[in-house]
C-alpha cells in the first residue's frame, strides 16, 4: 500500500489520506471517520498530493474515492481551519499560470487526471466533501446518504470548484436553488436531478464492478473519451470537431488500438499497454 499525507494535525502520526493500489485500481481514503472526515489542512493537501501522484502513474487505470468510517464528509472542518489564518491565507493565493488555488484543486484536480475517478457516498456528503465528489467522474450514492451545499448554511458560497462542476450536472436552476438554500437532498432525490450518477445498496462494491469495466477497456481511449468530454462540453462545433480529430488520430496510431483490433478479430480478452 502506497501512502500518501501531509503534516499530522494530532499528536499520533494517523495518515489522514491513503492511497491503496491494487493492481489498475487505485483507492483513495478519507481517513478521519472520528471527524466524519471533515476537511482539515491535512485532508486537503493529502488530497493533493494523491491525486497529483496518481496523474504521473500510467499503470493506474481507474481511481475510487472513499471515506472511512460513517460518512463520505461532512464538509470544510471551522474550528480545525479557523486556528490557523495564515494557512487559509496560502490557501486563496494561486501561481499565475494556475488554474486553481489549494482549496479549489483538492477537488479540481480529480476532474484533471487522466483516470477516470469514481466517487463513492455514504453518510454525509456536504459541502466541501460534496464539491470533491462534484470533481469526480463518477458518483455513485448510497440511497439514505444526505448531499448538500452546506456552505448556505454558514451565509458562503461554494468555492472549491463546485460553482463549476454543480451546474454542469443539475443545470443552472437547480444548481441556483441548492446553492442559495443548502437544503439536503437524499441519494435517491439527487440521483433524479443528476447530481449522482448512479444509487445502490453497496456503493464501494459497485464502484469496484465500473472501476473493474473500467480498466479493461484501453487505457489510451479511457483517457482521451474524458479529455474529450470535458473539454468539449463549452466548446463551438468547430473547435470540439478540432479535437475529436485529433485524439482519434493519436487513438489510431497508438499500440493500444491495434491490440483492440487483433483481440477483436481473434475473439481473445485484449491484453492493453499501459496508458501511453
Not at 451565509?155 to 443539475?170: A, F, K, N, R, Y
Request: hydrophobic share 40%; glycine share 8%; proline share 5%.
Amino acid at each position: 500500500m502506497t501512502t500518501v499525507s501531509a503534516e499530522p494535525d494530532t499528536a499520533q502520526n494517523t495518515e489522514r489520506v491513503t492511497v491503496e493500489i491494487e493492481g489498475p485500481i487505485a483507492v483513495v481514503s478519507l481517513n478521519r471517520p472520528d471527524k466524519l472526515n471533515a476537511l482539515n489542512f491535512e485532508i486537503i493537501h493529502g488530497l493533493i498530493a494523491a491525486a497529483r501522484k496518481l496523474k504521473n502513474n500510467r499503470q493506474v487505470r481507474a481511481v475510487i474515492l472513499v471515506g472511512e468510517g460513517k460518512a463520505f464528509s461532512s464538509g470544510l472542518d471551522f474550528a480545525s481551519v479557523g486556528k490557523q489564518p495564515l494557512q487559509i491565507l496560502r490557501g486563496f493565493l494561486k501561481w499565475p499560470w494556475q488554474d486553481a488555488n489549494s482549496f479549489q484543486e483538492v477537488s479540481w484536480a480529480w476532474r484533471q487526471l487522466p483516470q477516470p475517478v469514481i466517487a463513492v457516498l455514504h453518510g454525509r456528503c456536504y459541502g466541501g466533501g460534496l464539491q470533491i465528489a462534484l470533481g469526480a467522474d463518477f458518483r455513485i450514492a448510497s440511497p439514505d446518504c444526505e448531499l448538500s451545499v452546506m456552505e448556505a448554511r454558514w451565509g458562503l458560497i461554494p468555492d472549491m470548484s463546485g460553482s463549476v462542476t454543480l451546474q454542469e450536472l443539475v443545470g443552472l436552476d437547480t444548481a441556483k436553488r441548492l446553492t442559495m438554500t443548502g437544503e439536503v437532498l437524499s441519494g435517491s432525490e439527487a440521483q433524479s436531478i443528476g447530481l449522482v450518477s448512479e444509487v445502490n445498496e453497496f456503493p464501494l462494491g459497485r464502484a469496484h464492478e465500473l472501476a473493474d469495466q473500467l480498466a479493461q477497456r484501453s487505457p489510451d481511449a479511457v483517457t482521451a473519451s474524458k479529455r474529450l468530454l470535458n473539454q468539449n462540453r463549452h466548446q463551438t462545433p468547430r473547435k470540439a470537431f478540432k479535437l475529436e480529430r485529433a485524439l482519434q488520430l493519436e487513438l489510431l496510431r497508438g499500440a493500444n488500438h491495434k491490440i483492440a483490433r487483433a483481440a477483436g478479430k481473434a475473439k481473445e480478452t485484449p491484453n492493453f499497454r499501459d496508458r501511453a
